[in-house]
């Protein structure tokens, strides 16, 4: 895998957001993800449905580099995230399930330290953090100490540290687990607007934020993407994504057949789809 030459890109032609072909992942003798391949767009909010343990936080620790694949490649805006880590997470934001907080410190000095660590430059850090705090929620809050707020006000902290060098693709995963209704319609507003600007995934086990939140949906089951279909789409067929989950997490002889049929790589979106950028 090393030493491949970089992705021939045409003129005017720009790279995926993020690509992933062929992904797979085994600890001991058990394939937890299994020949995923993928292709995110600018201006794309792609979720990833599943139950407990289909595969989906393991999917995502490959796709932000925290997890080294058994086999397959991920691309980031056209760099290769093992041949060249450094340039491809330039462009990602993460926040993994549990966010990455330090409770001692300040929301200001937790963030200042987030941008260096994403290379922000010294002289452009305070806009940034001037930026970042509005834009979720966080201006009047910057000498609050992190130990001291709600799990919804944690959580804005857990998006503003991933998105604070403005990165093109953000991952986050799971970003309502554990809020109450309120918080979670606060995070919802704030992912939304992230969409309209960057590439996002969302995993999520929660179907109406999927629905409410997100252009395209694919369904994992047992590491194998199961289903994969628009949003609009969906409604123009008049079909049930709770229906859809069922019959693709519970029924293994269908899951095993779908799971066969999405071992391709997908086809990029029409030119002409308002998934586009």
């Known amino acids: 895998m090393r030493g491949r030459s970089a ?3 045409s003129p005017g032609q720009h790279p995926p957001a993020l690509s992933a072909h062929r992904l797979s992942r085994q600890f001991g003798g058990k394939m937890v993800v299994q020949d ?6 600018h201006g794309e909010v792609l979720g990833f449905l599943g139950p407990n343990g289909a595969g989906k936080t393991t999917l995502m620790r490959m796709l932000t580099g ?37 409770r001692e410190l300040t929301i200001d000095e937790y963030l200042r330290f987030a941008a260096r660590l994403h290379r922000v430059a010294p002289e452009d850090i305070a806009s940034a953090l001037h930026r970042i705090k509005q834009r979720c929620g966080l201006s009047s809050l910057g000498n609050k100490l992190l130990g001291t707020l709600s799990k ?3 959580q804005r902290v857990g998006i ?20 109450d209704p309120n918080q979670i319609r ?4 704030l992912i939304r607007d992230l969409g309209a600007e960057q590439a996002v995934i969302l995993s999520t086990h929660i179907l109406h934020e999927a629905e409410t939140m997100c ?3 694919q369904i994992m089951h047992e590491g194998h993407i199961v289903f994969g279909e628009t949003i609009e789409r969906l409604k123009q067929k008049g079909e049930s994504l709770e229906e859809l989950f069922v019959r693709f997490t519970q029924d293994r002889e269908v899951s095993d057949h779908l799971a066969e049929r999405f071992d391709e790589p997908p086809q990029p979106p029409r ?6 950028s």
Do not use: F, M, W
């Open 152 to 154: 919804g006000y944690q």
């Open 36 to 41: 995923i391949s993928l292709e995110l767009r």
């Open 271 to 276: 030119s002409d789809s308002s998934l586009d």
């Open 186 to 189: 606060e995070i919802r507003s």
């Open 7 to 9: 992705p021939v890109i």
């Open 66 to 102: 925290n997890l080294a694949p058994s086999c397959g490649r991920v691309e980031v805006c056209g760099e290769d995230l093992l041949d060249r880590p450094r340039d491809a997470k330039a462009h990602l934001g993460y926040l993994p399930e549990i966010p990455p907080l330090y």
């Open 215 to 217: 252009d395209r949906i």
């Open 160 to 179: 503003a540290q991933a998105i604070i060098h403005e990165p093109d693709v953000v991952i986050l995963d799971e970003p309502t687990s554990g809020l």
